[in-house]
Structures are given as C-alpha cells and as structure tokens.
C-alpha cells in the first residue's frame, strides 16, 4: 500500500508564496511520478506539475508556468511545490498524487495513489 500526505497549505496575499510539500510512503516501487494537482469549487480537476522521481523530468500546465516550480532534493522524498506571485485564481485545494511512468501525467486518471489535499488562499 502507498500513503500520500500534502502539507503547507495556508492563505496568503496575492503577489506572495507557499510551499507545498507531498510524503509517499509504503510499496514505493509502485511509485517513479508524483503529481500535483488542484480543484476550485466548481472546477475540474486541474493538473498543476509533476516530475519523474527518477530522471527528474517536469511538466507544468500552461497556468502555472513560469510561476511555479516542482522539485525534490536528493532523495526521492519529500516533493516540493514552489508556489509564487500566487494569484487570486490560484485559490483551490491542492492534491498530491503518486503513479507509475511517464505518460499522461496531466490527466487524474493516470493515478492510483492521493492525499487528501492542503488548501490553498489567495486574497486580492
């Protein structure tokens, strides 16, 4: 069994930062991507980042580019989310998830593995 916890969440002004922070623990051999991503009230489920734990591979959905950054240090755990000039639209909650291969790592339904989500708040 895997286990996936997110930390970090908070509220913040816009123009300010956060970092998340996602453990996958457990059967890990079943894990080489972790994800992040979030849901507005109303929204779908949208994919923020993910990377490839083992070749360090990024993807960031076009809403985030340039603003946020996925990242691990030399060990596999924790994954960081990097949040900056956060804006009021940044506001939802935020789900790590954790899957297996470097494919379609956008869509939600690529992964076995999720947290419960952190909450993110982003005031004008």
């Known amino acids: 069994q895997v286990q996936v916890v997110e930390s970090g969440g908070g509220s913040v002004q816009a123009g300010g930062s956060l970092r998340l922070s996602c453990e996958v623990s457990?059967?890990?051999?079943?894990?080489?991507?972790v994800a992040w991503f979030r849901q507005a009230p109303g929204k779908e489920r949208e994919g923020v980042a993910a990377i490839d734990l083992e070749d360090g591979l990024t993807y960031y959905g076009d809403s985030v580019k340039g603003r946020f950054t996925i990242y691990r240090d030399n060990a596999k755990n924790p994954v960081y989310l990097g949040m900056h000039t956060l804006k009021p639209e940044d506001t939802a909650m935020y789900y790590c998830?954790?899957?297996?291969?470097?494919?379609?790592?956008?869509?939600?339904?690529?992964?076995?593995?999720w947290g419960r989500g952190t909450q993110v708040s982003v005031s004008s």
């Open positions: 457990g059967y890990t051999a079943k894990v080489n991507v």
């Open positions: 998830a954790a899957g297996l291969g470097w494919y379609d790592v956008h869509r939600a339904d690529k992964y076995n593995y």
